[in-house]
């Protein structure tokens, strides 16, 4: 066995100093550097968006733990150079198996610098709908509408098509609305535009957009846009639909269901389809 070698009193007690300062730098160092990354956050808040305070966070903090476990190592005599050396080569070793992650981190500053949207924003992103709960240095955080959480890379918001839905603090919902051909078209849009003006979550400006849209195989097909306040979109979407239906219902205006035309053929004449109740005399035999 190997004996330990004997330590003279003056070297055991810098070795103590040693490590109680450190230990000291590292129960002071991080929860300063704690609150000096809130206290960061909170300056970056009042000059620009709720994105950059939590990126400036995260840099504070990291810078903050790096300088500290420096600083603890040069306390205890640890030679740098060749640390850094070594981590010099893992560094290149580690790019090589993480090109993804980099490719991320890139986005990511692209992202930061483009502010294509922010947190709190609703996007729409490959087919996904949700809010915007965090923008990290890899990854954006969302919550769906049904309570889903949804990690989307930076490097795919990057290549695809993202819909910033509450960009703009008004917008614009459009329905498609569809009458039968034997309905005075003038007086249809004409009961469309009193419902848009009546509705207590439609604005008066900018106007509603009422369009003929085309002549459908069983109706003719309106659009009707209505521009609303972002935060009112669940309310307008349920009180025109219904304010639409019961109108028409008053006014007697059909909405038709499509409608199927048999041809036998010019040899032949149509021949007659009756629906009755079951039992009834108008059955076939």
């Not at 400036?56 to 150079?81: A, D, E, P, Q």
Request: charged share 20%; net charge neutral.
């Amino acid at each position: 066995m190997i004996a330990a070698l004997p330590m003279d009193e003056p070297t055991l007690i810098s070795l103590q100093a040693m490590l109680l300062r450190s230990f000291l730098i590292a129960v002071i160092g991080f929860p300063l550097l704690f609150v000096g990354s809130r206290l960061a956050a909170r300056v970056a808040r009042r000059n620009f968006t709720e994105h950059h305070a939590f990126i400036v966070s995260k840099l504070v903090f990291y810078i903050g733990c790096i300088l500290i476990l420096v600083t603890i190592l040069l306390n205890l005599n640890f030679n740098l150079t060749a640390i850094l050396g070594t981590a010099g080569i893992a560094t290149v070793a580690i790019s090589f198996a993480a090109q993804t992650s980099l490719s991320n981190l890139i986005s990511g500053l692209f992202l930061l610098a483009e502010k294509p949207f922010g947190v709190g924003d609703m996007i729409l992103v490959n087919g996904t709908r949700g809010l915007v709960l965090s923008i990290d240095l890899l990854s954006v955080k969302l919550r769906t509408l049904d309570n889903l959480y949804v990690r989307v890379p930076n490097e795919t918001i990057i290549k695809s098509d993202v819909t910033t839905i509450t960009r703009f603090p008004i917008r614009r919902m459009d329905l498609d609305v569809a009458v039968a051909y034997k309905e005075n078209l003038r007086r249809v849009l004409e009961i469309l535009k009193e419902i848009a003006e009546q509705n207590v979550y439609s604005l008066d400006e900018p106007a509603p957009l009422i369009l003929v849209k085309e002549f459908g195989s069983s109706s003719i097909n309106i659009l009707l846009g209505v521009w609303f306040e972002k935060a009112n979109f669940l309310l307008l979407k349920n009180a025109i639909v219904l304010d639409i239906k019961e109108r028409f219902e008053r006014e007697g205006i059909e909405i038709p269901f499509p409608h199927v035309t048999v041809y036998t053929g010019s040899a032949t004449t149509p021949f007659p389809v009756r629906v009755g109740e079951k039992g009834s005399s108008s059955d076939p035999e």
